[in-house]
Nanobody, 120 residues
């Protein structure tokens, strides 16, 4: 079955960097859109970034220019490089597998999440 294991969260000061990883198994990783999402306490889950099977990427306006999504199909791993972190980036971060090769906004499988905390 599909398994997504997220790692790399932690606590940093504002301006710092973190890299999240999402190790995928149970499906043909290279064929699918993959995405990163986050949810802060009391807020709705929001899409952070996604990447389709052809490596085209899309970002939320709030993270453009600071975050980079990438994938290594040989390692079945999705990454999120987060630079210039702000306290507003504090949230639980999740990776998700899309239903299709293109990113349609439909994600069927989710990882367990990792906490990112940014202090001012």
């Amino acid at each position: 079955q599909v398994r997504l294991v997220v790692s790399g969260g932690g606590s940093v000061h504002a301006g710092g960097s973190l890299r999240l990883s999402c190790a995928a198994s149970g499906f043909t990783f290279s064929n699918y859109c993959m995405g990163w999402f986050r949810q802060a306490p009391g807020k709705e889950r929001e899409r952070v970034a996604d990447i389709n099977s052809g490596d085209s990427t899309s970002y939320a306006d709030s993270v453009k220019g600071r975050f980079t999504i990438s994938r290594d199909n040989a390692k079945n791993t999705l990454y999120l490089q987060m630079n210039s972190l702000k306290p507003d980036d504090t949230a639980m971060y999740y990776c998700a597998a899309g239903r299709y090769s293109r990113c349609s906004g439909i994600f069927d499988d989710w990882g367990q999440g990792t906490q990112v905390t940014v202090s001012s």
